[in-house]
Structure formats: structure tokens, C-alpha cells
């Protein structure tokens, strides 16, 4: 089960490392599968363990932004860190955020039903708030009872 609110958050600043996904916006299922391949990838090649060395807290960050016209698709954390020049820094801005908070079996099931509910139920029944661009973000924040649990972080602006 998941719950939304709209919530004010601090500006913060997410690393990440990043893919572009070149599957068509509409194209759900092939951008699942990029986004499972790259997750896969930064975990077998130590790139993921290498972020949370330097994280400020636990939270694993998978951030969508448009950059240059591309989708881009990142793994990041929260840190204050310097850190190499392959690494983007994504500045989430002070303000409203819509977050979407559940649960899942796995940490892509958990993004993709926030993602569902975000995009699909809460931003168009909102009516003081739009999603105007900008990065968004699935948080996976830990696990409990054997489910990973996390949010999705929106920024949004009154309409």
C-alpha cells in the first residue's frame, strides 16, 4: 500500500552515476529493462558500493532527469563528498515535493509502483500542484518484514 502527501524539503544535492536511457518515453517496458540492465551493471562492477562509501546516510537514490534533450538515469546518494569527474552532481531545489511512500518485494517493484502512483494517480488528481520538470527521484530507504520500503520524490509548483 502506498500513501502520498505534498511535502516542503530543504534544496540537497544527489551523486550519481548515470546512463541515458534510449528507449522511447512511451516505451515503458524497454525502459524497465535499461533501467534494470544499468542497476545490475553498477552493482556487479563495484561502481554502487564505491557511492555509498561516501554517502551521508543509507539512501540509495534512482534519479530520472532530461539533460540535453537526453533521458538520463542515475544511482546515486546523498554526500558531501568530492568525487570524480564521471560523476553528474543533481541539485534537487528548495520547495513543495510530492512523495509517494510504499513498499515492494524488490527495489524495482518498489520504483515502479511509486512511479505508477506518482505519475499515474497523485500528480493528476492534484490540484494546487504540477510536476514542471526537473529531477525526480525513487529514495530505496532500507528494508523491514522481508519488503524494501521507500519513497518517490517530486518537485512540484502551484498551479
Known sequence: MATYTFEEKDSFIVIGIG??????????????????????AVEQDGRLDALKAVAANDYIFAVNEAVNHKMMYYAGVMTD?????????????????????GEGKTADELGG????????????????????????????????????????????VNK
Do not use: C
Open 113 to 156: 509502483m511509486l512511479t505508477g502512483i506518482a505519475f499515474g494517480q497523485a500528480l493528476p488528481a492534484a490540484d494546487h500542484y504540477a510536476y514542471v520538470g526537473g529531477p525526480n527521484a525513487t529514495v530505496e530507504m532500507g528494508q523491514r518484514d522481508g519488503l524494501v520500503y521507500g519513497e518517490m520524490w517530486i518537485p512540484v
Open 19 to 40: 546512463t541515458e536511457l534510449k528507449s522511447d518515453y512511451t516505451d515503458y517496458a524497454g525502459i524497465n529493462k535499461e533501467k534494470q540492465d544499468f542497476w545490475r
Open 81 to 101: 563528498a568530492s568525487i570524480p569527474e564521471e560523476h553528474r552532481v543533481i541539485q534537487f531545489p528548495k520547495g513543495q515535493y510530492l512523495v509517494v511512500k
